[in-house]
């Protein structure tokens, strides 16, 4: 019998993570949201691990607020990159196999093309580097840790880009949508069973992954795609970057290449166009 821990388990990830826990009949879960275990609170941590004694942690735990981050610095290095390195630390020290999950905003968003793991990072954001000093601090405390990077995800739990689209196309006549960024969103659920997938491969590959659907759109595509899948009327219009200003910068391109997962996990994401219509299914069914 496996035991896994799950932090920030009331997520779009832990949630999905919950979904697809009683599929796994061989594994204990113990879900832990922020009320249960801040995983600022290091004690906490200590005392958590050692009482359940994982053989896995998935953290899903992170600040995720981007734009508020600018003026919480403190707090978002805090959650994003101290507590992951203690995570990492405390995870190590009872032989704990650690998996962390981190984003495209630390990759540099001027590069032209696919975005490989070993690129060079460039984070333009509190966020993206809070992200990426986490990364930094996994692998300093415990270099056995799976990172996986991932984009643009949504999921049905939780606020996220589709949701709000659904809304605001049954709301509004008209919506304006970015049109410059280019990038792959990632359904959480797909996210779910691929760590689950890299948890039960027949060997642990410490390292880096980047992970997200099939596919190189833009937001505004995504848009589009969301207004043909729920059948809206609304008008979208594309607008540049420049026309949404937002207090932290996100970048132009996201794109991430896939075959590091391909050869090393055996497995192949999904196009992005079938996992958001499963995911908008799943909604539409409540
Ligand atoms: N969402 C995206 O578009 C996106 C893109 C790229 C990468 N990622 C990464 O993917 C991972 C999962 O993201 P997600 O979309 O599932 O994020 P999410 O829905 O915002 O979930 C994050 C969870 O972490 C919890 N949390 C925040 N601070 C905490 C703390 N100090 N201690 C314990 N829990 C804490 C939150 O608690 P509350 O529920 O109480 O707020 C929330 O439940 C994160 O590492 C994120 O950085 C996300």
Redesign the pocket.
Known sequence: MKKILV????????KELHDIAKQFIDVEFLFL???D????HFDLVRNTFQAFKPDYCI??????AVDKAETEKELAY???AE?VGILAAVAASIQCKFI??????IYDGDKKGEHFEDNLPKAVSVYGDS?LKGELAAIENNPTSIII???????V??N?FVKTMMRLMRDRPEISVVNDQHGSP?W?ADLASFIMHVIGYVNWQPGIYNFSNEGNITWYDFANEIKQLISADCKINPIPTSDYPTPAKRPANSLMNKDKIKSSFAYTPIDWKVSLKNCIQALSKG
Request: charged share 10%; glycine share 10%.
């Open positions: 932090t920030g388990a009331n997520g779009q990830l832990g949201s922020r009320e275990l801040p995983i600022h953290n899903c735990a992170a600040y995720t805090i959650v994003n507590a962390h999950v981190s984003t495209d905003y992200k990077r991932t984009s643009w995800v949504y999921s739990h939780g996220n990632t959480a």
